[in-house]
């Protein structure tokens, strides 16, 4: 114990004396903490939380900087009145100009204080990072888009092109409200934009916490759920039967389960593999192969072995759940699988749905998608108005840090701006560790450092964006 409390002590000295090394906050950057501290302090889960509430405090903050009531509209469903959002406009002063959108969902993944080591819904500020549920995914992002409207609207002179934000909810489970749906169905006319930008772009450390590639995410994968059903009269176990519901869902599962859907190249994914590539190991050398021909079905399997080149190779479906029985003593009369799919832009949802029923090959096994009127996400341009002002800007914040175009295998918002006609971009600037910083996961951080530091390149680079 003595040994213990020593090391203990010893590290809350290097603790107080990394403190007081950092340097004080400028008050600008006092302003944006207070802001960062009341999202993540306001619970925005499913469960318990209501992001209805975020939407109000943030709405009252850009009140109180001059935003007058008609520049601010709040939303929410009636059955869903905790999934509120918001959107803010800072008009411009050339009409013709365009506008630019600022999205953010304001919702976090669930958080049992149990499992955590400090309150998940309190921002702690502890060994040069900050800690709590949606540090990182995505209320720092959220902080920045309403500190920076702040601080546009307070400017000497307004901007030339109109911005807006949209902070929804609904991004983080299919069980809420989703306010970019409903704003991109219900009221395009508010997240009209020539162009926006979002998360899933962002900055990437080593192990040691030295910058190592900025990325801007341009185009993601389309998210899409697909049902196998296989029923049957089942009865009592004592009298098995040829035909279980069981193992023909489990038969169905092994002639998907190998399956390796087309390699597909983009310009962007083209230019986000480029790095993994030329460091020449086999990976790399298999990248280089099939950039020269795709169908090289050696060289993706090799490719393949890597699982963030996998990740954005080609359409990827995986068995993710499984559901069969009713009872211990009868044959079953229901099996059910999950399988989970993240389609290539390009490719439908239909598309793959008879891929599945392809590779199933039996007519007792009903495959069905769970969402078939989701959007798919539309094929974003590497537009050179967006891209430019952003490595511009890099080489002056992060000198000798790359910046790459990549294509996102997860899943965000923006895919339901691509029938309003908005491309949108997930943004550079904001460093995460290299082990994701715990999003989604236990004890979620954010360095206090990088925080900050994107927050100065985002905002000189919307400033570039709307003239201001």
Known sequence: MRVLAAAAASLGLLAGSAAAQAPPLRPDQVQFRAVYKELVETNTTLSAGSCTEAAQKMGARLAQAGFAASDLTYFADPAHPKDGGLVAVLKGSDPKAGAILLLGHIDVVEARREDWTRDPFVLVEENGHFFGRGTADMKGLDAIWVDSLIRLKQAPRPPRRTLKMALTCGEETDGAFNGARWLATQRPDLVAADFGLNE???????????????????????????????????????????????????????????????????????????????????????????????????????????????????????????????????????????INCRIFPGETVEETRQTLVRLVADPGVKVEATDPDKPLAAVTALDPKVIGPMRTLAAKHFPGVPLVPSISAGATDAVYLGPAKVPIYGVPGVFRDADGGGVHGLNERMQVRALYEGRDYLFELLKVYVGG
């Open 200 to 338: 899933g772009g962002g900055g990437r450390l080593d192990e040691q916490g030295r910058r190592e590639m900025l990325t801007v995410q341009v185009g993601q994968k389309a998210y899409q759920d697909y049902r196998l059903t296989v029923t049957n009269p089942g009865g009592h176990s004592s009298r098995p039967r040829p035909d279980n519901a069981i193992y023909q869902l489990a038969d169905a599962l092994e002639k998907v389960r190998p399956y390796v859907f087309p390699v597909k190249l983009t310009e962007t994914t083209r230019a986000s593999l480029a790095p993994r590539a030329a460091r020449g190991d086999a990976v790399g050398q298999a990248l280089s192969r099939l950039f020269a021909d795709p169908a090289d079905a050696e060289a993706a399997r090799v490719a393949m072995t890597d699982a963030d080149v996998n990740a954005i190779l080609h359409t990827n479906c995986v068995a993710t759940q499984l559901a069969a029985g009713h009872a211990p003593n009868a044959l079953p009369q229901r099996a059910t699988a999950n």
